[in-house]
């Protein structure tokens, strides 16, 4: 059905991209802008309790719709005494969808006496369903979000990459505990996540952890796709340790140390190298068959690169051969699989990769969909300079975790605010979207903040964070909690700059975080995400005011973390302590700890 009016109108207002909230929760000061509306709309108190919640179902059906009203009523069920129903009349929400918005899209309006969210696909209503919680208030009764408008993602890849290894909470978590996460972070926008098989700890197929790894990568997939949110995995020419040492690939240059040389890569211009790699890519996705491959993720060095003279240039010449061969193999199993070309350490030392790319791009080379840029420090600035080769979007990955913390969230979460404003500052004119580098779940905050520059580059990682804050911890703590994450990211900077930390801000830290405590709804103390800020600011005083990490408190607190990571105390994982807190009792029975 067409709407020849209403669509102009839709698309002008759509290019205007407007969300406007009023009064969102800022302060948790109460509502100036809304005031109207939440007397008209919030659920009424003086009823029974729990009180009711009634929201219409008006899109067709389908199961990522069933799942949001799913996530919905359980958010809104664990905020507040409330009992969401689905309902034909009287309906205070209504969840729709209207193809006349971009596919990942979403409006709030207003009609008869109900808030209506609508997504330009299930998808677009789901994100809807994201910001619709985060702006609702959960105070004395649910009030539902004062926002009106459309939103409309900027960036078309939104993705994170987990780093499943080392017995992180990746590997760790329950099943549970992962469809919840993705379902969370599918409600900040997230609408690609990628996984890995780690052939470069694996002997071969035969390899007794290949298969429990290959299920892990399965499951990523499957759980991910039934949110709407796109599989991604990684290939180079680093496969299995077992390899055949007549095919390896002659060792990288590598001057400035920063290219890598794990694993044992295969030099592609090798005949049989190269049957392998097909026979081994081939193997993999036949082994992704059912569950679904939407995006393959090329990376030249690290694990990979082969400096031979029929390979080198490695990243204009034998790594863009291989990647257009392992793509079209890709696409006979997966015929809509889009590709990610990753650029990361080109040029590093300068050999002319990042325009060789360029020239073999402009000579029609149409399998790649996508740039990949970054580096350890600077962003590459070849991209932002002179362009991106092919003329298409540039997505970068960004490396959330492990900076200014050791072990990676040891201590608890890791808020960076300032330090990814900063970088998104300097790329955001260019990057699209991209895979954040992320090593578990203490990283949250960093990945909401990133997700939203993404979604609108424009976005500050301080809005973000106040909507986090109100979503997560409840009302009237919000600056508080910003004040709190200022501290704690100054001690992280002055920490990794070695750097004497401010012993009076950290205590500051603390005290803030055991009066916001005391203050916080139910809810919000049971909360991980206030439990790993919480036991940081702890973590921290005993760290570097006057406390230790031998105190009974200390230890307490890294304990806490233990479980909420699902740590080891003993493993036999001889990486595990790089993301388990630093508990003296704490065993590696590999003896390398
Ligand atoms: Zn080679």
Redesign the pocket.
């Known amino acids: 059905m067409n709407f020849p009016v209403g669509s102009q109108m839709l698309d002008a207002h759509s290019r205007r991209m407007f969300l406007k909230c009023a009064g969102v929760a800022a302060v948790g000061a109460g509502l100036p802008g809304c005031v109207a509306t939440h007397q008209q709309s919030a659920v009424q108190p003086g009823g029974t309790t729990p009180r009711e919640v009634r929201v219409k179902i008006a899109a067709p059906a389908d199961p990522l719709v069933a799942r949001t009203f799913a996530i919905l009523k359980d958010r809104i069920e664990q905020r507040c005494a409330a009992n969401v129903m689905e309902a034909q009349d009287r309906a205070q929400i209504i969840l729709t969808v209207d193809d006349r918005l971009a596919p990942e899209a979403f409006r709030f309006d207003r009609t008869g006496g109900a808030v209506r969210v609508s997504g330009g696909s299930p998808r677009g209503l789901l994100y809807g369903i994201g910001k619709f919680l985060r702006t609702s208030r959960y105070d004395a009764a649910f009030q539902p979000s004062a926002c009106r408008g459309i939103s409309k993602p900027h960036g078309s890849l939104r993705g994170m990459y987990f780093a499943s290894h080392f017995h992180n909470w990746y590997v760790q978590a329950s099943d549970a505990e992962i469809a919840r996460y993705l379902e969370d972070l599918a409600l900040w926008g997230v609408n690609a996540v990628m996984v890995i098989f780690p052939m470069i700890n694996l002997q071969d197929w035969n390899d007794p952890e290949a298969a429990p790894a290959m299920d892990m990568v399965r499951k990523y997939a499957r759980t991910a796709r039934a949110l709407g949110i796109e599989f991604a995995t990684g290939i180079n020419n680093t496969m299995f340790i077992g390899a055949p040492a007549n095919i390896r ?2 060792r990288l240059p590598d001057p400035t140390g920063r290219r890598g040389n794990s694993g044992h890569p295969i ?4 005949p049989e ?1 190269h049957a392998y790699l097909m026979e081994n890519a081939r193997q993999l996705y036949a082994k992704l068959a059912d569950v679904g491959l939407d995006i393959l993720v090329h990376w030249p060095y690290d694990e990979g690169g ?7 240039p ?1 990243g204009s010449n ?1 790594y863009l051969k291989l990647s257009r061969d392992l793509t079209r193999l890709g696409q006979s199993y997966f015929p809509k699989m889009k590709t990610v070309l990753s650029t990361w350490m080109f040029d590093t030392p300068p050999e002319g990769e990042w325009q060789g790319l360029t020239d073999a791009l402009a000579k029609g080379e149409h399998w790649v969909d996508f740039i990949l840029a970054d580096a350890h420090e600077d962003f590459p600035r070849y991209p932002l300079d002179v362009g991106v080769p092919g003329k298409l979007p540039l997505l970068n990955f960004p490396e959330i975790s492990m900076w200014g913390n050791w072990p990676w969230g040891g201590f608890g979460a890791n808020p960076l605010p300032a330090r990814f404003q900063r970088l998104w500052d300097q790329v955001k004119q260019s990057v699209r979207g991209g895979f954040p580098y992320s090593e578990g779940i203490y990283e949250d905050m960093n990945k909401a903040a990133v997700v939203q520059f993404y979604w609108d580059p424009n976005r500050t990682a301080r809005a973000t964070l106040e909507e986090y804050i109100a979503y997560e911890f409840g009302p009237g703590v919000t600056n508080d909690v910003l004040a709190i994450i200022d501290l704690l990211e100054a001690t992280a900077s002055n920490s990794y700059r070695k750097k004497p930390v401010d012993q009076e801000a950290v205590l500051r830290a603390y005290y803030h975080a055991e009066a916001v405590a005391a203050r916080l709804p139910d809810y919000a103390q049971r909360n991980w995400r206030w439990e790993i800020l919480h036991l940081r600011a702890v973590l921290d005083r005993e760290r570097f005011a006057g406390g230790s990490l031998d105190s009974p408190t200390a230890e307490a607190a890294m304990l806490r973390l233990v479980e909420i990571y699902h740590c080891q105390i003993e493993t036999d994982d001889p990486y595990h302590h790089r993301v388990r807190p630093p508990l003296r009792r704490a065993v590696n029975r590999a003896g390398k700890k």
């Open positions: 690939a002659k030099c592609p211009s090798n190298g082969c400096a031979c003279e029929q390979c080198q490695w034998g």
